[in-house]
C-alpha cells in the first residue's frame, strides 16, 4: 500500500526561525513561506511542512527520520553548522545500521541513518 514517506508536518513556534534551521542546517529548498505555515523540500523530494503552534497545538513532540548515504560525513557537517548532536553515528540494530540524533530548535527528534555495509 504505502512504501515510502513522501511528506511530514510539525508543529513549530516560530514559522521563519524554523524555516531557517532546517534551509540553513540541513539545506531543505524552500518552496513556500508565511508566518503560518512554510512548505520545505530535501533533494529526493520528500516534503516538511511548519505550522505555527496554536493554542492547545503541541509543540517539540515530533519526529523526522532521513536515510543518508554517509553517516560520519553528515554528521561532521551538521556539527560544523553548529548542530548539538545526541547520538553520533552509533552502529546499532545489531550493526545493521549507523545512526545519529539531534534535535531542532523547538525540540523535535530528528534522526539520520546509514545502513551498515556489512
Known amino acids: 500500500m504505502v512504501n515510502h514517506l513522501t511528506h511530514y508536518m510539525i508543529n513549530v513556534k ?3 526561525r524554523s524555516v531557517k534551521f532546517y534551509s540553513e ?23 516538511l511542512a511548519l505550522k505555527k ?11 523526522l527520520g532521513f536515510v543518508v548515504n554517509d553517516c560520519r560525513k553528515a554528521t561532521d557537517i551538521l556539527k560544523n553548522r553548529g548542530v548539538k548532536i545526541l547520538k553520533d553515528c552509533e ?15 523547538d525540540g523535535d527528534v530528528i534522526w539520520m541513518v546509514e545502513k551498515s555495509k556489512k
Open 14 to 16: 516560530n514559522v521563519h
Open 91 to 105: 552502529l546499532r540494530e545489531k550493526g545493521s545500521k549507523y545512526l545519529t540524533q539531534f534535535n531542532d530548535q
Open 25 to 47: 542546517k540541513l539545506g531543505f529548498k524552500i518552496e513556500y513561506e508565511t508566518s503560518e505555515w512554510a512548505e520545505l523540500k530535501t533533494e529526493n523530494g520528500m516534503e
Open 53 to 63: 503552534q496554536f493554542k492547545g497545538d503541541p509543540v517539540g513532540s515530533g519526529g
